[in-house]
């Protein structure tokens, strides 16, 4: 029996409207569990539930690679991390033959300010960096352009 898609169809823009919890899975990488927490709160709030996390970049490579976790939409990662840090992590994914043809949205959430530094997370795969502490309303825009889908 195949799965059917709830979601409704906006027939103008032809994006999908995600209900409360359902459709969109996000990865959270970031070293500091409050920040976590803190993030998947504000994804919660946009009515994203699915959502995994790991503490730097490395653990976010091995668990992607999982096919269990071969549905992940969109990758929210901070920036400095020990063992493998931000920049690291989005040019390793990209560069994986396994990962880099799922073309997963990254989205850099850090304090970090250096344009230098910002101009080269880009050129190694981040589509969008934003700053920290960011707002729910915010968040959720960013979401929205990245992966096309509409979450209210």
Not at 44 to 66: P, W
Not at 99 to 110: A, C, G, Q, Y
């Amino acid at each position: 029996m195949a799965a059917t898609n709830s979601n409704p169809i906006n027939l103008q823009t032809g994006s999908a409207a995600i209900g409360a919890g359902v459709g969109l899975k996000v990865m959270v990488v970031d070293d500091q569990p409050s920040m976590r927490r803190i993030v998947r709160q504000l994804l919660a709030s946009n009515g994203i539930r699915d959502v995994l996390e790991a503490g730097d970049g490395a653990e976010a490579l091995e668990q992607l690679r999982r096919p269990e976790h071969a549905g992940i939409d969109l990758v929210i990662c901070d920036l400095m991390m020990p063992v493998m840090d931000g920049l690291t992590f989005c040019n390793q994914m990209r560069r994986d033959i396994r990962l880099k043809s799922r073309h997963v949205p990254i989205l850099l959430l850090t304090a970090v300010t250096d344009e230098l530094v910002l101009q080269v997370a880009r050129q190694v795969g981040a589509l969008d960096i934003a700053n920290k502490p960011i707002a729910a309303s915010e968040l959720g825009r960013r979401i929205e352009h990245l992966v096309g889908i509409k979450l209210h």
